[in-house]
């Protein structure tokens, strides 16, 4: 399965402030997706980053709050925008290397605090 | 919208002792998906299930695909302390816009 980097694996933030987190391959996926796990919690779906067109957003979400980039078949970012301490969560990356059915392999995860 | 649902919430066990853990669907998936995830990490996958009926082993672990395409469970067999963690299970319907459902998680503790 594919090795998955993400960066940074924790940050604190002030509020107010906006942290763009990585999520890099080691080969080419074809598709990318954001989680985000709160405190305690399941795994919610923030988006599907799409390569070289806009991500497409889970209801609750919104490009202005959590701005992502796929530049490529390896690369995507999530930029957590203007934060609060209810943005405190764990961010996940995950990938499907192959087919569309395949099961999805996530990263480590950044534990993202605000204060 | 579809929901899975994992109960209880914690799990106490006895290192050695066996348990399972279950899983139910308002409506069918056609892949049902079993994580672990372990304090600091990301969920990491253990057993997927393609196939109504099916049964799977990885290790001491074993699960099954529902019969009726809306549950699924996992047994984990002489537990060792390391089996401590958080398990999610997880379904998918192919298709159009298909995404992933999380069950909220059972945390497994083991006691030595």
């Known amino acids: 399965s594919a090795v998955i980097s993400q960066k940074p694996s924790r940050d604190i933030c002030q509020r107010g402030t906006s942290l763009t987190i990585q999520c890099q391959v080691d080969s080419q996926v074809t598709m990318m997706f954001w989680y985000r796990q709160q405190p305690g919690q399941s795994l919610t779906l923030i988006a599907t980053a799409n390569q070289g067109s806009e991500a497409t957003y889970e209801s609750g979400f919104v490009i202005d709050k959590f701005p992502i980039s796929r530049p490529n078949l390896t690369f995507s970012t999530l930029t957590v925008s203007n934060m609060s301490p209810e943005d405190s969560s764990i961010y996940l990356c995950s990938v499907v290397p192959g087919a569309a059915d395949q099961p999805q392999h996530f990263g480590d995860g950044t534990r993202l605090s605000i204060l | 919208g579809q929901q899975l649902n994992q109960s209880p919430q914690s799990m106490f066990i006895q290192e050695g002792e066996d348990v399972s853990m279950n899983c139910t669907s308002s409506?069918?998936?056609?892949?049902w998906l079993w994580y672990k995830q372990d304090p600091g990490e990301g969920p990491v996958l253990l057993i997927a299930l393609y196939k109504a009926g099916e049964l799977t082993s990885n290790g001491r672990l074993t699960a099954q695909f529902g019969i009726t395409r809306k549950d699924s469970f996992l047994n984990i067999s002489a537990s060792i302390p390391s089996d401590v963690g958080i398990y999610f299970c997880?379904?998918?319907?192919?298709?159009?816009?298909?995404?992933?459902?999380f069950g909220k998680g059972i945390t497994l503790s083991v006691r030595p």
């Open positions: 997880a379904g998918f319907y192919t298709g159009a816009n298909s995404k992933l459902t």
């Open positions: 409506s069918i998936f056609n892949t």
